[in-house]
């Protein structure tokens, strides 16, 4: 069989075009319109929004060692992750967060950090890491963050970040990898240096002033310096970071007090005991007349639905109210719709249930009549935490539903999380019969529906 011979490169400086224009034609990206878009306020809406993407990093790291940890030694308990806001000596707002996760190795630091929208947890080494972890222990561990551009928001808000990290994998018996970065302004220059490579570390910020040398423990800490633009008097660091955060599987703690609710008290401990409380007579027949149709009971049952212990994945928890009215008349086909002349409505604590009608008046105009009953008692007895009552006023306001993924604050505005309720009590008015807490571990479900008639 004869051989081909082929040549080890091939020489095109000969080769022209016939009939079209050759040339480097192709989509391109201009970086800094890009870096324009990434740190702008249109893509997040929100000035502190950083704040989010660095707790979600931290928390996502601290999970991760303590993931691996507890195949070692089921016992393990992560340190809460520790968050600070302070001036320094030239007067300067900084934000702190210091976790005692997994820390960052050159390679991380090079490949990912260094890579705007090229995250560690997309990586194919990271893959190789959880065919590992799952080998040596059941379970799996998924992230919070997916993109790598986590840091980069800092800039829509921040001009400087610093940040000092440790870096060992647990049960491996390597020296431990330490790594101090700088960098000023987002076109800037990272300027790195390792204990390694013996290059002097600079002072890190801290509430308590100026920390030489480099981290002893694994873990990152990393400071963002507040543009003076962004500051303003009365910047309540507190509630800025409260905004990003509920029931966090691992603690968060800012100036010595743990934030976003405790998740035993939020996802674990139902709100309240099953009740059904009958309505007077006197008010059923005045519906009756109201309606012109036998009203013979009115209840208002509560129905508490523990989530946690209920769900069938262990990948959701919460807790679930339903505020249900059963209403029991005389002489109505099955195709009568109760739901059109009854609502429950509340605000605060006060809550009302009405039974109204519309008519018009002689001149043909649209008028509504009601007849109203105060159950504010019943809607008393359930204890929402007050970490999902927000003020506003004189009352306070239930946000629904209140969803969490691994202790960030996923706002539903989309509405993917559903309540298919109607099948179930007939009421298709939106009054708040369901008050909710989703907490997700692991994958975020894109489209999630419960079904009170199937399950429940």
Known sequence: ?????????????GIVSNNYLSGKYRFSLSEDKILDLLTGDDLYGNDFVFIRELLQNAIDTVRHRTFIETIRNPKYAPSPIQVSFFKDS?????????????????????SHLLKKGNSYYNS???????????????????PISRFGIGLLSCFMTC??????????????????QKNRLTIEGRGGFWVIRSKQMHHQADRMPSDHGWEKGYRDLPGTSIACRIKTAREFRGLDMEQKIEQFLLAPEIP???????????RNELANT????????SLPIEFVQRCSALINFEVETIEIEVRPIDLSRQSATPNLAGQLVLIIPRIKMNNVNKHFNTGQYFRITHEGNEGKFICQITDRNANGQEIK??????????????????????????HHKFIWPRVSHNG??????????????NNFDQYNEPFSRHQILFIYRFILVPRYIITRCHGF
Request: charged share 35%.
């Open 408 to 421: 960030i604050i996923v706002y539903d505005n989309d509405q993917q999380l559903q309540l298919e309720l």
């Open 159 to 176: 001009d400087k970040i610093e940040i000092s990290t440790c870096y060992q994998y647990p049960g491996e018996d390597q020296k431990l």
């Open 369 to 394: 009549r009601e007849e109203s009953h105060d159950i504010t008692n019943i809607i008393s007895s359930i204890k929402f935490p007050d970490k999902f009552l927000e003020r506003h006023g004189e």
């Open 124 to 142: 194919d080494l990271f893959k190789l890491e959880k065919i590992k972890m799952r080998e040596a222990g059941e379970g799996d561990f998924v």
């Open 90 to 110: 030239e007067s300067y707002h900084w934000l702190r967060i210091d976790d005692e996760g997994m820390g960052m190795n050159h390679e991380i630091i090079q």
């Open 270 to 277: 139902p709100w309240c005991k099953p009740s059904k409380t």
């Open 1 to 13: 069989m004869a051989k081909l011979s082929f040549p080890e490169r091939v020489d095109r400086t």
């Open 252 to 262: 968060v703690v800012f100036q010595g007090k743990s934030l976003g609710g405790d």
